[in-house]
């Protein structure tokens, strides 16, 4: 075959060189996008940590990825899907009881049926104190917050006091849950709390997580920049801007690189 046979046959093959139009173009963008919107929606999301409540286990500043799969309510829909239940020691994202609007990252300390006290910020979970060297605990140094708290280091065996932070709802619903020198985590409840004991308001303050009010769990972080604690509180558009602004100056010097990739646990 000579060189016009070939070119002849290229020519007549209806198929050589088409191009894609307009429309479907758009149309694969958009599929791409639905799909990237659905992952990110149902599958995985993208949370920054504002506050130092889970200091060590995770920082002001820390981006992670949460898996807002495995601990969802299980759906016939899709059974090929792994769920499993909340487990002591668990880190979870939820909605604050009270405060649809607002995530919190926490540590599941205790699941239905469990007992569970604190004595001098050392947590007693069925009758057995619990070694979490992760844990912060009252220790005596510069900082008054470190200090002993009777009710928040002592619970729930020293009721709140005006100065305790704690919820009016709470205050009246705590005492229908304790039993002898425990607090009773009742059916379809987790209580957590956050790994910085002294600094982190949690169920102390506000009582028990549902289960329908968890959305899934921290997997690791995949971005974390050295951010200021009162960055939580600077919620004009003018402080935003400017941080913004702060990022795309100092990205590569203010990053913490060795925390990228790190697991959550």
């Not at 002849?8 to 429309?23: M, R």
């Not at 898996?67 to 769920?83: E, H, M, Q, T």
């Not at 405060?99 to 001098?120: Q, S, W």
């Not at 982190?200 to 968890?214: A, K, M, Q, T």
Request: contains cysteine; negative net charge; aromatic residues 10%.
């Amino acid at each position: 075959m000579n060189t016009m046979e070939l070119e002849s046959k290229q020519t007549d093959n209806p198929h050589a060189e088409e191009t894609e139009t307009l429309l479907e173009s758009l149309a694969s963008i958009c599929s791409v996008l639905a799909i990237g919107l659905f992952v990110m929606t149902f599958v995985f999301q993208n949370f920054e940590i504002p506050s130092a409540s889970m200091v060590k286990t995770l920082l002001i500043g820390d981006h992670v990825l949460v898996d807002r799969i495995g601990l969802a309510p299980a759906s016939s829909w899709a059974p090929f899907v792994y769920y499993r239940q909340v487990h002591r020691g668990d880190i979870i994202v939820f909605l604050k009881p009270g405060e649809p609007d607002l995530f919190l990252v926490k540590r599941a300390i205790a699941i239905p049926g469990d007992r569970i006290h604190l004595r001098n910020g050392i947590v007693y979970l069925n009758g057995v104190a619990q070694n979490e060297p992760q844990a912060g605990k009252p220790v005596a140094d510069d900082n008054p917050q470190h200090a002993y708290n009777p009710y928040r280091d002592d619970f729930p065996a020293v009721p709140p006091g005006p100065a305790d932070d704690v919820t009016a709802t709470w205050a009246y619903d705590l005492p229908s849950h304790i039993q002898g020198d425990d607090l009773v985590v009742p059916p379809g409840k987790v209580f957590a709390m956050g790994d910085n004991r002294t600094e982190s308001l949690d169920g102390r303050y506000w009582g028990f997580v549902p289960r329908e009010n968890i959305v899934g769990r921290p997997m690791f972080v995949y971005w974390s920049f050295e951010t200021p604690a009162d960055q939580i509180n600077k919620q004009s558009i003018g402080d935003r801007l400017s941080f913004i602004g702060h990022i795309l100056i100092h990205v590569f010097d203010q990053t913490r690189w060795n925390r990228t990739l790190h697991l959550i646990k």
